[in-house]
């Protein structure tokens, strides 16, 4: 392995491992968590169940990092072809448009209707 699928596999790990660990705290968290870092959870009165939101936004997270894994990985093994792009740009980016329609779905089915 030459410096530079080194260095590649090492920041997509990097990533993945941070990921795992969002989804970690997520689901162990006893607030109500928000999407991504930079947003303010609901509050707890707004939420029919703070737990299982919790754990289901973790999970979320996990599996985000265990395809960047997966994807990294297989990309790293194809890095003298053209199509080592594929799953390393697609393990990143495709997972994400799913995210933001299961947010919204628990939105729908954990937050307390007015």
Known sequence: MDAGTFFILFIMLFVAFLM???G???MQSKKPVGFYA??????????????????KHGIMWVLYGIIILVTSLIGVSMIDSIWCTVPLIGGVTLPLPFMIWFH???IVRYRIKP
């Open 24 to 26: 970690i705290f997520q």
């Open 20 to 22: 795992l660990i969002t």
């Open 104 to 106: 919204h779905r628990l």
């Open 38 to 55: 930079g947003e303010k959870g609901p509050d707890e009165i707004e939420l029919t169940d703070v737990q299982a939101w919790n754990i």
